[in-house]
């Protein structure tokens, strides 16, 4: 029923293990990377291709203690046994533990011990199913001569299991991928000589039936858009065109904004009045939880007791500068795991652990895996044939548009030769917005676009072709604006990644918003993957945080999207001004969160 048992120290050596078959895979390698470096050890489960991992933490000698098992047939007993193995081995073990005496230790003599173990869970659990099975059953005597197959046994206890709670995003996404691939062939298999014959004429299943909203502009309405060869509207694209200068080139640039500011990368300067002020509003992580803190001075180690009155404030804390809860939850519960059993000698030892603790749980999550710089990857693209192809998703009105035009600005600043294709083919006014934006930015620049109606992902592709032939360098794709649920869009959003393969998918957010940040992301990451055939379907990645400037010290929807998608900011916006576009400062942020 087991497959392997380990138990290794945090810094990554193996003290003790004890295989029951050969692993495909590393189980244990995504237990560390997806679970303990992602602040996930409160979750009891992890579910990585065929196996499951439950694992149990022995803080006070940074020891972990893992069980791998068939994720469709859970042994009953695993937890019980996770926490018998980890007290014995802690017991028979704390004096070289303690001392760090890892290489001269032989940690061999364990594996009797679990023997032992493993035998009496085994027991037991067969014993407490027994039970469960006469207390079910209490009319029909029992047969004494009637051995009930161990089997048997087992597969209830399946039966019974809640259902397993699928924890990593990378799951979930290859169980849609792999339902979607399941319903695209069945669908195949049922398909009619007619219907198939209709699907090999074009794109679209059913001919003219075109993903657009239900106010969708009519023909002369699309006419009326053509504002390009109308004198008229002419003189209202010069007044359009005055407007934009005024708001994106000569309005001035929200200066000193230190929160994300890249070049306060290293300082330690005080934030500006504005977020210094709205900081008091917050409830302080350094006021109540740190005395609390201190008011467990002298204690040999913390226990959940101890710990979980100044977590819950804490988790307050959190969500008073707009973490979303769930996340919050999650991140205080590993907070929480990682301290209990931590020996604390002094006060001033308590706060300054708990304070790093957080910190270092923040500062984790938040720095990025891979490279933020844009400026790099499209040095590194040069003379591949190709333009570096950016695009940017996201629902209506948060800010995709103008942070293209802004990326725009800072690609043209660098000499990159730069097209937008206009895949916004939906809202009216959407073309005109980025044509403004285009004579805008001047120099250096251009527009493509095919008006409204038309199939973004045709659009894209014929942009992308022009972008090559005509020697730019980058492409920055706008995308209508869609809701996470509305199905038909989220579908052709696929098809434009899908079809075009940018080379990073950027996802618009905006900083004010909390838990709804977490369902879009979540929303828009299925349905790029349940609409993809390709076995490796794109996801987002990439976040553009837009609207820092509105929100005083709330920066917490920044580590509910990273934490929700594993996936960097790269920029942060913070104005309406080409200049107001930022890298994200990831020391400065947790500051601001830990304020
Ligand atoms: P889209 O529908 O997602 O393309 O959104 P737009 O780009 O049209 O932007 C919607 C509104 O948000 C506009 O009024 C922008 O000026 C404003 N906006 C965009 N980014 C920022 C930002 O970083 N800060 C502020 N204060 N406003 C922004």
């Known amino acids: 029923m087991i497959d392997e048992f380990i138990i290794f120290e945090r810094g990554g050596s193996v003290l003790w293990r004890r295989s029951f078959v050969v692993l495909r895979g590393d189980p244990i390698a995504t237990l560390i990377r997806d679970v303990l470096l992602e602040e996930r050890a409160s979750d009891t489960e992890l579910i990585t291709s065929s196996y499951g991992v439950r694992w149990a933490l022995a803080n006070e000698f940074h020891v972990v203690v893992a069980v791998v098992y068939q994720h469709l047939l859970p042994p009953a ?307 591949s044939g190709r333009p570096y192809v950016i695009t940017y998703c996201g629902v209506n009105g948060v800010g995709k548009s103008t942070s293209l035009a802004k990326t725009c600005y800072y690609l043209l600043n660098h000499g990159h030769k730069v097209m937008i294709a206009a895949c916004d083919t939906f809202r009216a006014g959407a073309v005109e917005q980025l044509r403004t934006h285009v004579r805008c930015l001047g120099k250096g620049v251009e527009l493509f676009d095919r008006g409204y109606g038309k199939d973004a992902a045709a659009v894209a592709n014929d942009a992308i072709r022009k972008a090559k032939e005509l020697g730019y360098d980058v492409v920055l794709v706008d995308t209508a604006g869609r809701m996470q649920d509305n199905e038909p869009l989220m579908r052709a959003l696929a098809k434009l990644v899908e079809v075009n393969r940018p080379d990073r998918l950027f996802f618009v957010g905006e900083a004010l918003v909390g838990n709804d940040a977490v369902d879009q992301l979540k929303k828009f990451n299925a349905a790029l993957s349940d609409n993809q055939t390709s076995a490796r379907p794109r996801l987002i990645d990439g976040i553009v945080l837009t609207k820092f400037d509105t929100i005083d010290d709330k920066v917490g929807a920044a580590v509910s999207m990273v934490y929700t998608t594993g996936q960097p900011i790269v920029f942060v916006g913070v104005g309406q001004t080409y200049m107001d576009l930022r890298k994200m400062n990831t020391k400065a942020l947790v500051r601001a969160l830990l304020r």
């Open 77 to 383: 007993y695993a937890p019980d046994l996770l926490q018998l193995t980890r007290d014995a081995f802690v017991s028979q073990f704390a004096a070289p533990l303690a001392a760090g005496e890892l290489d001269e230790t032989d940690f061999s003599t364990f594996t009797t011990v679990f023997d032992g173990l493993l035998r009496d869970a085994e027991h037991l659990s067969l014993s407490r199913a027994h039970e469960a099975r006469n207390k079910r059953a209490p009319k029909s005597k029992p047969d004494p001569q009637t051995k009930v197959p161990e089997e048997e046994e087992e597969i209830k206890h399946v039966e019974t299991q809640p259902e397993i709670e699928i924890q990593s995003a990378e799951d979930v996404v290859k169980r849609n991928r792999e339902a979607f691939i399941r319903r695209r062939t069945a669908g195949a298999k049922k398909k009619t000589k007619s219907s198939a014959a209709q699907d090999s004429s074009g794109d679209h299943p059913k001919r003219g039936k075109v993903l657009r909203p239900p106010n969708k502009n009519t023909a002369d309405e699309m006419a009326g858009l053509d504002h390009s060869a109308n004198t008229a509207q002419g003189a209202g694209e010069d007044v359009s065109l005055a407007r934009f200068r005024q708001q994106f080139i000569e309005a001035a640039p929200n200066s000193n904004y230190d929160v994300i500011d890249a070049s306060s990368e290293d300082d330690d300067a005080e934030p500006n009045q504005g977020t210094q002020a709205a900081g008091k509003k917050s409830r302080t992580l350094d006021g109540s939880v740190f005395n609390f803190f201190r008011g467990l001075a002298g204690l040999r180690s913390l226990t959940r007791t101890d710990l979980d009155p100044a977590l819950a404030q804490f988790r307050e804390a959190l969500i008073s500068k707009n973490v979303a809860q769930d996340i919050a939850d999650r991140l205080i519960e590993s907070v929480g795991a990682s301290l209990e059993g931590k020996q604390m000698e002094t006060m001033t030892s308590v706060s300054t652990t708990v304070r790093s603790a957080l910190d270092e749980a923040l500062t984790r999550i938040l720095t990025p895996r891979q490279s933020t710089d844009i400026l790099a990857d499209i040095a590194a693209k040069k003379g």
